[in-house]
């Protein structure tokens, strides 16, 4: 198991490589690279968008627990707000942070309003 460094750009790092295998089983690099290629410029990522891009919408219950399971970094069981800023990094090193509007806009889909969102919010999110 890899030690989790707390420096942001370490930590994305090291969650990257374990993330690029796990999701080697449920999306392919295309989809991957449609989804970001959809979301490129500052201010015009938009998680629905993303989600069919990547073809996250189409998955099994199963295989979005483990999408979840990576992009929960901190293995807290839920996506927080700095872990959100993050979200393409988890799909691809390359991919850029969230804006602050773009991560606010995400988190609308808080529906319990907690602040973060938990796994069957982000099965919902992905569905809807």
Sequence with gaps: MEEINTDSTQRCFLFYSSADAALAGILTEAQIAAGLQSCQAADSFNY???????????????????????????????IEEDELKLFLQNFSASGRALTDAETKEFLAGDSDGDGRIGGDEFQALVKS
């Design 48 to 78: 629905k968008t993303f989600y069919i891009k990547v073809g996250l919408n189409s998955k099994t219950k199963d295989q979005l627990s483990k999408v979840f399971g990576i992009l929960d970094q901190d293995r807290s069981g839920f």
